[in-house]
């Protein structure tokens, strides 16, 4: 397709699954409990849990932010809306943004398995049953739409299990899991470390993909960002923020050196001043806490990580500066409110980069990512 003469890959773009997913696609053993998604206005979310609804709903709704997201929504995805956002509506939207390829990731099923101490078997019953629609889905344009893995952190033998599953049935290009930690145990825990090994073995990224407000611990704490503006301000770099310094302190990328690691709808602008900062640290007491790093936290990102460039985030024109230039992937965010469809690539190809810049960002990078590059 080429836009503007630059290949576009999404590294980030959603489906929006449909209500009924989960009562068609998990196994019949789990038929009762299968989670369902909510109607409660246009394009709604929510989706219900073992009788919890996620994500957690603003106590009280504030009428004009629903009547604000209703009218939003009905005006920019009315034609996807009518299909109920089908595969043909995915392909009809990448037409229009003008995106060669795109990585699939959910949208309430960035909520689904948000709860701690959700029962293990049932959690990956939800994964499995996501991914086989997921693959269904994708099946409308295979050499367009690629999708990634929910695997349910709840167990990691299982976790394990799906990701081999999905690459060798599906081909699917990745796995995603929320940056906030379940159950009380940090991602550097070596409780996960089987799981880190078999996506170094396989040369498949973890992408940590922040959402709405669940049942597991957010660093942006409700009682002080309750508002929607507030919490998606805070709520979603920061978590990433978390993920990242637990992955690089805790010794996860000391362990697994060639462990590919994505931190996707955050932004990626807060990463030279994150990675500087935790250097600072690095080199006094850090030497103490953590006597097992042999790189900075910059080398490790630089060698292993990857953040998400918004279609308008002016302040990441200082990325390159920094030595981070490789590590950049866009992202649309398709079909989600602070978006800028159909304009994503039009109005990203204006931001300040360099030709060699914008290459990297808009393909280069994520196809090296996702192995698209082999």
């Known amino acids: 397709m080429a836009k503007s003469g630059f290949k576009v890959m999404d590294s980030d773009m959603h489906v929006f699954e449909p209500a009924d997913l989960w009562q068609r696609y998990i196994d019949p053993k789990?038929?009762?409990?299968?989670?369902?998604?909510?109607?409660?206005?246009?394009?709604?979310?929510?989706?219900?849990v073992e009788g919890k609804v996620l994500p957690i709903p603003r106590n009280p709704e504030n009428p004009a932010l629903a009547k604000y997201r209703h009218d939003f929504f009905s005006e920019k995805y009315?034609?996807?809306?009518?299909?109920?956002?089908?595969?043909?509506?995915?392909?009809?939207?990448?037409?229009k943004e003008g995106l060669d390829v795109a990585v699939l990731f959910p949208t309430r099923g960035l909520c689904v398995l948000g709860i701690d101490g959700l029962d293990p078997e049932l959690a990956a019953a939800i994964a499995r049953a996501y991914n086989d629609w997921l693959h269904d889905f994708t099946q409308a344009a295979p050499d367009r739409m690629y999708g990634v893995a929910m695997v349910a952190p709840h167990d990691v033998s299982s976790a394990v299990?799906?990701?081999?599953?999905?690459?060798?049935?599906?081909?699917?290009?990745?796995?995603?899991?929320?940056?906030?930690?379940?159950?009380?145990?940090?991602?550097?825990?070596?409780?996960?470390?089987?799981?880190?090994?078999?996506?170094?073995k396989l040369n498949l990224p973890v992408g940590f993909h922040e959402a709405g407000r669940v049942y597991l611990p957010q660093p942006a704490m409700f009682q002080f960002c309750s508002t929607f503006s507030m919490f998606n301000t805070f709520g979603f770099p920061f978590a990433n923020m978390l993920a990242c310094g637990d992955m690089i302190f805790g010794g996860v990328m000391e362990?697994?050196?060639?462990?590919?690691?994505?931190?996707?709808?955050?932004?990626?602008?807060?990463?030279?001043?994150?990675?500087?900062?935790?250097?600072?640290?690095?080199?006094?007491?850090?030497?103490?806490?953590?006597?097992?790093?042999?790189?900075?936290?910059?080398?490790y990102f630089q060698r292993q990580c990857y953040g998400a460039v918004e279609c308008d985030e002016i302040t990441a024109k200082h990325i390159p500066e920094y030595g981070l230039e490789d590590n950049m992937v866009f992202s649309t965010d398709y079909p989600h409110l602070d978006v800028k469809y159909p304009h994503a690539v039009d109005t990203f190809l204006e931001l300040p980069f360099s030709e060699s810049t914008k290459r990297k960002y808009l393909w280069d990078n994520c196809a090296r990512m996702y192995n698209f590059d082999q």
């Open 255 to 299: 362990r697994f050196p060639k462990l590919k690691v994505a931190f996707l709808e955050g932004n990626c602008s807060w990463a030279p001043w994150l990675l500087w900062r935790m250097g600072e640290y690095a080199e006094t007491t850090g030497k103490a806490e953590y006597p097992y790093l042999s790189l900075t936290p910059l080398e």
């Open 161 to 200: 299990h799906e990701l081999r599953r999905t690459v060798k049935e599906y081909r699917f290009r990745g796995i995603f899991i929320r940056p906030n930690h379940v159950n009380g145990r940090k991602w550097s825990d070596p409780y996960y470390d089987p799981l880190w090994a078999e996506c170094e």
């Open 78 to 95: 009315g034609d996807a809306g009518k299909r109920n956002f089908d595969s043909v509506s995915q392909i009809q939207a990448m037409n």
């Open 30 to 48: 789990f038929a009762d409990r299968a989670p369902f998604g909510l109607n409660r206005s246009f394009r709604d979310l929510g989706i219900k």
